[in-house]
């Protein structure tokens, strides 16, 4: 069943909202921090709670995409992320505060389970721009997120900042609840059978174990990029503040702009072409900020490539991801996407050590070298077996197939 109309643009404004609260909360933690009285180094530990909440979300949740009707599914979801909300801004303690961080990160993984629907239930031949067009509304999610929460935080206060959030999820989960599909997808195993099966789909899909490598490198170099330029702006000779670094954020607008276009364009031609494409775009983008960052307009610009070349890179990925089998699009997403961000931690967690090892131009080259490997990863073709290794025992006596028929193409998908 596909989408009603609007459904898609529902979607993208559920992703983005949901997402949001992974960082809605974070220019309000010093205000927060005073008001609990409790040390900042331990409110500062809300963000770790939030992704280590979405990666769980990934990683348990999301299969359930393959097992629930999308109605119940992500509406269930947006009413728990309401609840956490309020759990959060009723807290009067770091502890339960972290706590339920930890459910908002994962219910704010809904986020993903709406692009795995997308992807699914997208009319015929626009798959990638179902899941292109959610991941724009995750990009302004996040983008946006900061400032909105900030703004809101200051206006009426940190915890009513999060009531005005609570409400907006039940907003869209009556939306949800309302127009999207109600059938159940149809599930050959249960749940925790289906949970038992996440890892295996590594050894089974060699399509999927390239879409993780390539995303996992770019994903590296994405947070490599963003957190060793936080760090470097805040050291002399330009010792920026952190509202003047926060506004090279900015740059992702771009990135944010391209996305509709990202998925037309896999659809159109494959995903593949688009990947290569956007990481090239994106390595363009780190050569001009290796150039240094004494040059703002040159350091906006580098980045407003880099950024659009990485969030075109992951539409198309994850589209691909979907049409490996899109019957178990909830699964395959769930695999790919806690490596992608294992591996985006890993480039969070060598960002300051590179940096003080390499400096910046060291650590951009880094970078450069990873969405050039994960290119190169994303443009090899698979090569065909022969028929009796691509086929069992029996088929292998089959005739062959009569003269003029022709092969399966290779889709690039």
């Known amino acids: 069943m596909t989408l009603p109309r609007g459904g898609m643009f529902l979607l993208a404004c559920t992703a983005g909202t949901a997402i949001a609260n992974n960082y809605a909360i974070q220019p309000a933690l010093s205000a927060v921090a005073a008001d609990l009285g409790v040390p900042l180094s331990v409110i500062g530990l809300v ?13 348990l949740l999301l299969p359930l995409t393959d097992h ?7 509406a269930g979801q947006l009413v728990l992320l309401a609840a956490a909300l ?31 629907i997308a992807g699914r239930h997208a009319p015929p031949g626009r798959r990638a721009t179902g899941v292109a067009t959610v991941a724009a ?28 959030f609570a409400a907006l999820a039940l907003l869209a989960a009556l939306g949800t609840g309302t ?10 195993s249960g749940y925790l059978d289906t949970l038992r099966s996440l890892a295996p789909l590594l050894r089974q899909h060699r399509q999927l174990r390239r879409a993780v490598a390539a995303g996992g490198l770019w994903y590296f ?20 503040g952190p509202s003047a670094i926060g ?15 990202t998925g037309r364009l896999a659809d159109r031609w494959t995903p593949r072409t688009v990947i290569i494409a956007g990481l090239l775009v994106a390595a363009a983008g780190v050569a001009l900020l290796a150039t240094g960052l004494g040059n703002p307009p040159v350091t906006g610009l580098g980045l407003a490539l880099f950024d659009a070349g990485c969030f075109a890179a992951q539409a198309a990925n994850q589209s691909r991801v979907i049409a490996i089998d899109p019957a178990r699009s909830g699964s395959l997403s769930s695999v790919y996407l806690v490596l992608y961000f294992v591996a985006g931690a890993v480039g969070t967690a060598l960002a300051a050590p590179l940096l003080e090892t390499f400096g910046w131009r060291g650590s951009s080259a880094v970078a450069l070298t990873a969405l050039l490997l994960a290119a190169l990863m994303a443009g090899r073709r698979r090569v065909p077996r022969t028929r009796r290794a691509r086929r069992g025992p029996q088929e292998a006596i089959s005739p062959a197939p009569a003269a003029g028929s022709r092969p399966p193409a290779d889709s690039g998908r």
């Open 47 to 59: 963000p770790t709670a939030a992704l280590i909440g979405c990666m769980v979300g990934f990683a």
């Open 68 to 74: 629930v009707a999308p109605n119940r599914l992500i």
């Open 86 to 116: 309020v759990l959060a801004a009723s807290a009067h303690g770091a502890g339960v505060l972290l706590a339920a961080y930890l459910l908002i990160g994962a219910a704010a993984g809904v986020a993903a389970q709406a692009g795995s």
């Open 137 to 164: 509304g995750m990009s302004a999610g996040i983008l946006v997120s900061r400032l909105a929460g900030g703004s809101l935080a200051e206006l009426l206060g940190w915890r009513q900042m999060l009531c005005v």
């Open 179 to 188: 127009l999207l599909p109600r059938e159940r997808p149809s599930s050959g």
């Open 221 to 240: 170099a994405f947070n490599l990029v963003w957190v060793t330029l936080a760090l470097a702006l805040a050291q002399p000779p330009h010792s920026l």
């Open 247 to 261: 506004l090279y954020s900015l740059a992702g607008v771009l990135g944010f702009a391209v996305l509709p276009l």
